[in-house]
């Protein structure tokens, strides 16, 4: 099945690339791998919920940073789609790191960062199993609560 059949099958329609906020581009393809920059959870250009990761009043829970750790993927596999123009191109995804702008006694990144590996592999199957880090980190770029980004590998 391709991947944009699966898409459909999930609901899943892929956003427009999000346009960069700095100096930078969304994604690099070096040999057969693919880089994505650090991907915000843009929905139609703007941020849904801004703010640290938390259990509290003013905080982002973490059902909804988990929730915004899944558009950040989806943001990158857009990214990726970008400069190789099919997602059937990819044989794998091999790493994703993700970041969540944490308060200080949060320590869930793990379950926050699970909202971009589980549609990953809801997407890919076993393609889509990765290694992974999940980092707490004081702030993100634009206050947003999470930041994820991805390394493919490509069919030969």
Known sequence: MSVDARLAELGI????VAAPVASYVPAVRSG???????????VGGSLPATGKVGEGDGLVSPEVAADLARTCALNALAAVRSVVGSL???????KVTGFVA?????????????????????????????ARSAVGVAVLPLDAPVEVELIVELVS
């Open 88 to 94: 059937d191109d990819v044989a794998r995804v091999v």
């Open 32 to 42: 057969s791998s693919v880089y994505t920059a650090g991907q915000l959870p843009f």
């Open 13 to 16: 329609t892929l956003p427009d």
């Open 102 to 130: 944490s308060d200080p006694s949060f320590t869930g990144q793990p379950g926050v960062v699970n909202g971009a590996s589980t549609v990953l592999g809801e997407i890919f199957g076993d393609a889509g199993v990765h």
